[in-house]
């Protein structure tokens, strides 16, 4: 199994109400991927509580291996919701790991 873990930051000049609605936009859209991508394994999508931590959301998911997770990055509904949060993301972080 390959955990696939990426962590987002906004933009220091996007207002709190679009990051409150590109955020929940993203989670609903990011979660609801296993039925389009039926090899995603599991994929949950948190929003950052701690303010004295830098990251504002973290996407943490599985897969069977890293192939799974290449497909997963190019595939076209992955895409879609991806694109639309990246557009507010000044910083980007991912790790990809064996369980």
């Known amino acids: 199994m390959t ?3 990426v962590m987002f930051k906004f933009r220091d000049d996007v207002t709190a109400d679009v990051r409150s609605a590109a955020r929940e936009a993203f989670k609903t ?9 039926n090899f995603i394994r599991s994929v949950h999508v948190g929003f950052n ?3 004295a931590e830098n990251w504002d959301i973290c996407l943490d998911s599985t897969f069977d291996n890293l192939d799974d997770v290449k497909a997963y990055s190019v595939h076209p509904a992955h895409k879609a919701v ?3 949060l990246m557009k ?3 910083e980007r972080a991912c790790v ?3 369980l």
């Not at 859209?29 to 991508?37: F, N, R, S, V, Y």
């Open 82 to 84: 991806a694109g639309e």
């Open 29 to 37: 859209g990011i979660e609801a991927l296993p039925a389009t991508i």
């Open 49 to 51: 509580i701690n303010p």
């Open 88 to 90: 507010h993301i000044g």
């Open 96 to 98: 990809d790991f064996e």
């Open 3 to 5: 955990k696939h873990i």
